[in-house]
């Protein structure tokens, strides 16, 4: 693609030299009379470069480099004058100009000037372009992750944000399911709106309708004033429902109501109001089981499942662990005069436990370790439940299920997980070897390694 230059100058003989020169440089060149005429072909052409002069009837070249400025971040400027002070040089800096050229001036000092702050612009987009394919490779709006999985969970987020439909978001404690709602919002024509969260399951049933929908005052005892809800304050913004399945039947009835109609009532009070709302609702629980048990109403289930995002527990985006370990050192080391790196002996432990509290318990871990490190995370400052896992119980050996109980599932998938690893670290890595190994075939090593997010792809 050929550079486009724009250069503005009250001085017909000046405005043609100048386009003579970096015509013949290879570049195309618009030329314009005026700050004015300078902002009109802005509006409707992208330049890769300005070259303007200061000192012109009308607009000035500042306040004509101010307005390129609110136009176009990434289009260099530079600034020509025959009136050259320390002020104004200074001052057109400071409003982002390239550089700043004082008349008169050699033919060899503009091409060198030009050129160079076209590079330096290149290297600039470059870089942010890096930075920007960086962060969307490995995070997005606080979700952390490279796996398959989460990708797939970006690439959803990102097709259903802009979108008005309402979004129920399934996963286990811990796996961030508030992070997506917020990733949701953020990436929406309502980002610049409230983003207003609860969790249904830590209101008491008795209050729970009037703080969504507030209440008037005298409408009940205690009611001394009017309050208006979670509806009122998230207007025109995002409403996010935690443990969705915690809300009763009745209130859900009211709830579908508010969908349907898009308005409610606060408690105890006769006007309608309007809920311009979103609404993003969350669960660890299975809410269609809820609906068969009769425990969760099926009409308000299918209004809210309009789109359905998974949200991955960490056991099967083991490969993830190491780039969150490394975020949460980060985030914790400034705070804490702690570790900032991890031994591998201490990551493979944590690869190869199941965290049945998810991204949570891994933060929390790394913030323990932290605080109790002297320079690094190793084996020592782990917690008793990643050390005890790390030997698996020998055939005929009896097993105890702890005081508190446990979470099967994630316990036999951390058995699963360390022997696979096992057996790839003694096979030298190599697949084919690991299944025979474990009397496998080579699809369901596969199969096995992909459920926990270790397959290469």
Known sequence: METKILVVDDEQSMREFLGILLEREGYLVDLAE??????????SVSYDLVLSDVKMPGMDGLTLLARIRELSRDTAVIMVTAFS????????????????????FNVEEIRIIVRNALERRVLTKENLRLREE??????????????KKMRDVYTL??????????????????????????????????????????????????????????????????????????????????????????????????LLRVIQEREFRRIGGTEAMKADVRLVA??????????????????????????QVRMP??????????????????????KNPGPEVITPAALRLLMAYPFPGNVRELENLVERCVVLGSGVIDMECLPPQVMNFQNVAPPGGELVIPPEGMNLEAYLDGIEKQLLLQALERCGGVKKRAAEFLGLSFRSIRYRLAKFGMEEE
Do not use: W
């Open 134 to 147: 960086v962060r969307g490779r490995y995070s997005f709006s606080g979700l952390i992750g490279k796996s």
């Open 85 to 104: 002070t320390a002020e104004q040089a200074v001052e057109a800096m400071k409003l982002g100009a390239y550089d700043y050229i004082a008349k008169p």
């Open 282 to 307: 969350a669960s660890n629980r299975d809410l269609e089981e809820q609906v068969r048990e009769g425990n969760f109403r099926e009409d308000l289930f299918y209004r809210l499942n309009v789109v």
């Open 34 to 43: 005026s700050a004015e005429d300078a902002l009109a072909r802005l509006e």
């Open 313 to 334: 527990p960490l056991r099967e985006r083991t490969e993830d662990l190491p780039l969150l370990v490394e975020c949460f050192l980060k985030k914790y080391s400034g």
């Open 157 to 254: 987020i990102e097709k259903v944000a802009g979108s008005t439909a309402n979004i129920l978001i399934f996963g286990e404690s811990g796996t961030g399911k508030e992070l997506a709602a917020k990733a949701i919002h953020y990436n929406s024509p309502r980002r610049d709106k409230p983003f207003v969260a609860v969790n249904c399951g830590a209101i008491p049933e008795t209050l729970m309708e009037s703080e969504l929908f507030g209440h008037k005052k005298g409408a009940f005892t205690g009611a001394v004033a009017d309050r208006p809800g979670l509806f009122e304050q998230a207007e025109g913004g995002t409403l996010f429902l935690d443990e969705i399945g915690e809300v009763p039947l009745q209130l859900q009835a009211k």
